[in-house]
C-alpha cells in the first residue's frame, strides 16, 4: 500500500508560478509511475503530466511548454514546477502511483493509489 501526500499549492496572480510536491510512502514497488492529475472546479479530473516507470514524460498539450514534471527516486518524491500559470490552471490537483504499466496513463485518472490533493488557484 502506497501513501502520497501533496503539498505546495496555494493561489498566485496570473503569469506566477508554483511548485508541488508529492511524497510517497510505504510500500513503493521497485518501479512504478508516477503522475499529476487535476480538476478544475466543476468539470471532470484531467491529465496533467506522467512520468512513466521507464523515465518517459508526457504532458498534457495545455500545459506543454509551462510546466516541469520530474522525480527524485532518491527520496520518493514527485515534483511539478508550474509556471506561466493562468486562470485556467485553477483546480485540485494530485499525484497518483501505480506499479502497472499504461501506455495512456495520462488518460485514467481513476488508476492506481491517489493523494487528497492540493488546490492551485490562479488569479
Known amino acids: 500500500h502506497v501513501q502520497l501526500v501533496e503539498s505546495g499549492g496555494g493561489s498566485v496572480q496570473a503569469g506566477g508560478s508554483l511548485r508541488l510536491s508529492c511524497v510517497a510512502s510505504?510500500?513503493?514497488?521497485?518501479?512504478?509511475?508516477m503522475s499529476w492529475f487535476r480538476q478544475p472546479p466543476g468539470k471532470e479530473r484531467e491529465g496533467v503530466a506522467t512520468i512513466d516507470m521507464d523515465g518517459t514524460i508526457t504532458y498534457a498539450d495545455s500545459v506543454k511548454g509551462r510546466f516541469t514534471i520530474s522525480k527524485d527516486k532518491a527520496d520518493n518524491t514527485l515534483y511539478l514546477q508550474m509556471n506561466s500559470l493562468k486562470p485556467e490552471d485553477t483546480g485540485l490537483y494530485y499525484c497518483?502511483?501505480?506499479?502497472?504499466?499504461?501506455?495512456?496513463?495520462?488518460?485514467?485518472?481513476?488508476?492506481?493509489?491517489r493523494g487528497q490533493g492540493t488546490q492551485v488557484t490562479v488569479s
Open positions: 497518483s502511483a501505480t506499479s502497472l504499466y499504461y501506455s495512456d496513463y495520462l488518460s485514467r485518472p481513476d488508476v492506481g493509489y
Open positions: 510505504g510500500y513503493i514497488p521497485s518501479k512504478y509511475s
